[in-house]
């Protein structure tokens, strides 16, 4: 017998399309990829703006808390600028003892937007019992704020990574949304 030496499939298959589902909004004209592994979850948001998140599988027992990425909007009366609201957003952190380890501006589905990753500062730290990281990128269209936010565990944050950044170049906002 002859045996040929069939290349393997690489174990990372998570960069095959095939493993990502699509979550579609037209409500709001929104459209995100997330792997196939995560939840896609409307029942854990904490704020009226929330539209959906979706979180990491748990490994273990010892995983407390899946790692969570979150989409929010948010309609003001006004039109807002990106820069206005990144202040007031840093500001806002700043006043929370929120510690800014990142700030600088990105892009989101094709528009101008900003990047900010922060974690609690020594004295919010003492009273939480998990340390946690949080990366939020958003953008102004018009007079709508378009926030995703991003947060796990300090330890693992930087392995979700790659995945959270291939569901943030995946998101499409549909403005004004067709329906």
Request: charged share 10%; proline share 8%.
């Amino acid at each position: 017998h002859t045996f040929y030496n069939i290349p393997q499939p690489a174990i990372a298959q998570s960069s095959s399309p095939s493993n990502l589902l699509t979550y579609e909004n037209p409500t709001y004209g929104i459209t995100i990829q997330y792997p196939s592994n995560w939840m896609a979850s409307t029942n854990q948001l904490p704020t009226y703006n929330s539209i959906i998140g979706f979180y990491s599988p748990l490994e273990n027992l010892s995983d407390i808390l899946p790692a969570e990425l979150a989409l929010s909007i948010t309609t003001y009366v006004n039109n807002i600028s990106l820069d206005e609201y990144s202040k007031i957003t840093r500001t806002a952190l700043e006043q929370q003892g929120m510690e800014i380890i990142e700030s600088e501006p990105t892009t989101l589905a094709g528009n101008p937007a900003h990047k900010i990753i922060f974690s609690p500062g020594a004295q919010v730290a003492q009273s939480s019992p998990i340390e946690f990281k949080v990366m939020q990128i958003f953008t102004t269209i018009e007079n709508k704020v378009y926030l995703l936010s991003y947060n796990a565990e300090t330890s693992k944050f930087p392995l979700y990574m790659d995945t959270i950044q291939q569901m943030l170049e995946s998101l499409k906002i549909q403005h004004p949304p067709i329906i």
